[in-house]
């Protein structure tokens, strides 16, 4: 059974970092794509970042240059190191995983497979 534990989450202030981690296991071969997504409270879930198996990420616009998503295949895990954050990126945030390779690294959250339960994150101005 595919399990992903997102960690790291917290409450900081604007202009802060935090960096969130998504551990991931209960597989026999690795994910070919993982994600980060974010939902706030009547909002719809919206991609963040997204990397597949070759090293190719996408990001949202809301967050290039301020985000950057990274894997440790050895220790699998995944990563969101979260710089300048802002009020608006005030969430919770989840980690995805999909195992097919039809297509590459997307935010669609309907491509995934599997989810972790989310970390909050705060951003006070």
């Known amino acids: 059974q595919v399990q992903l534990v997102e960690s790291g989450g917290g409450s900081v202030q604007a202009g802060g970092s935090l960096r969130l981690s998504c551990a991931a296991f209960?597989?026999?071969?690795?994910?070919?794509?993982m994600a980060w997504f974010r939902q706030a409270p009547g909002k719809e879930r919206e991609g963040v970042a997204a990397?597949?198996?070759?090293?190719?990420?996408i990001y949202a616009d809301s967050v290039k240059g301020r985000f950057t998503i990274s894997q440790d295949n050895a220790k699998n895990t995944l990563y969101l190191q979260m710089n300048s954050l802002i009020p608006e990126d005030t969430s919770m945030y989840y980690c995805?995983?999909?195992?097919?390779?039809?297509?590459?690294?997307?935010?669609?959250?309907?491509?995934?497979?599997?989810w972790g339960q989310g970390t909050q994150v705060t951003v006070s101005s």
């Open positions: 209960g597989y026999t071969y690795s994910p070919y794509c």
């Open positions: 990397v597949d198996g070759d090293g190719s990420a």
């Open positions: 995805a995983a999909r195992f097919y390779r039809n297509i590459g690294a997307v935010l669609s959250p309907g491509r995934y497979q599997y």
